[in-house]
């Protein structure tokens, strides 16, 4: 089943319409998509639950991590994926934790690129600290580095091959596994 949380982003990446497209961040209560959730699990059997957020885990402790935290009481059998990517700055080990606990078994971070100055460019949104921090805290809550998907963006205007290679290099070598998402341009 796909799940629609949040609408929009908080959010101005250069390489990302969301905030344009829908302007600041509104999100269903935790009860509503908990409930949502058990309807088409109980009634329709459906174990495979895929959040489609722009902003899944943008404050964790009033949205996501109840959702999941009463997944996780009620003792459902399900399988979350999250092929949106996943915020980095906030997996801390509580979150990293409750997603694994959850059954969450598609993960994407949004790392985008591992070169620093792009990083602050497109919006600052992440860093390499952040990155390296949401890892470590996903391995000991139990996943697995080839569970770990990170996306990196290739072909962002004036951005250098060598720049890609190295930003698949930087993910390898954190235990991670890179997924190279080509950069569209929408006018």
Known sequence: GCLLTRWGCPFSCTYCASSKLMPGLQS?????VVKEILYWHQKFGIQDFAFYDDALLIQPSGHILPILQEI?????ACRFHTPNALHVKEIDEETANVLFQAGVK???LGLETADERM?????GKVSNRDFQRAVRALKKAGFAGEEIGVY???????????E???SLAYVREAGARPRIVEYSPIP
């Open 106 to 108: 598609t993960l994407r």
């Open 72 to 76: 996780i009481r009620l003792g459902l």
């Open 164 to 166: 890609v290679k190295e």
């Open 152 to 162: 990196l963006l290739a072909g962002m205007p004036g951005q250098r091959i060598e």
């Open 119 to 123: 990083q602050i460019e497109s919006g």
């Open 28 to 32: 269903r209560s935790p009860e509503q």
